[in-house]
């Protein structure tokens, strides 16, 4: 039997959409210009990076591919906890 992801903090979908953004703006591209590149809708590319939608393995391949990163990095990047910003400490 495998585990069920059920209950747990599964969180591939919405992560996904976090590091293709986080990919797409790295860049300084639009989300049309990835949309384009990766030859998908640019409102579906919005669904994507909100995690409205779960795209499919051939369009996460596309993305990987427009974004010049192998498929498996970029899932291996959505299996890690999102990264927070660091804050600098200040004197005051």
Known sequence: MYPSAEGSSCEL?????IVVRQLR???G???ERLANRANL???Y???????AVMPSLATA???AL???VSLS???LRCERPPSTPQVEATSF
């Open 13 to 17: 979908g919405p992560r996904f959409g």
């Open 25 to 27: 703006e790295a860049r």
């Open 29 to 31: 591209w639009s989300q």
């Open 41 to 43: 809708n640019r409102s």
């Open 45 to 51: 590319m919005g669904e994507i990076e909100r995690a």
């Open 61 to 63: 391949a596309k993305l």
């Open 66 to 68: 427009a974004l010049d």
């Open 73 to 75: 990095a970029l899932i």
